[in-house]
């Protein structure tokens, strides 16, 4: 998978992986390695229906009802295991 690179303190380099890759990944390993490394995409009819259904997430906000809160495109980091993406819906 590929991912940027970032120096810590220390100086070492350590790979920043997104976490959509991961979530490629578990889907498929086969089409995350293409995507990834390849940057090979490859869009059919249910990918594109997959992607306008996505917009609505990837616009980011909050809702609050009934004392719950609902925060779309929720930016989500780990630094001790190099992982940076952003979580649809939480």
Sequence with gaps: ??????????????????????????????RAALIHTEGVFLT???VAQGNRIHELVDIPGYRERRGCRTVRAMPIFNDRLGLNGRADIV
């Design 44 to 46: 059919n009819e249910f």
């Design 1 to 30: 998978m590929t991912g940027e690179q970032a120096k810590e303190d220390g100086g070492d380099e350590r790979l920043i992986v997104p976490v959509s890759a991961l979530n490629q990944f578990l889907f498929c390993d086969r």
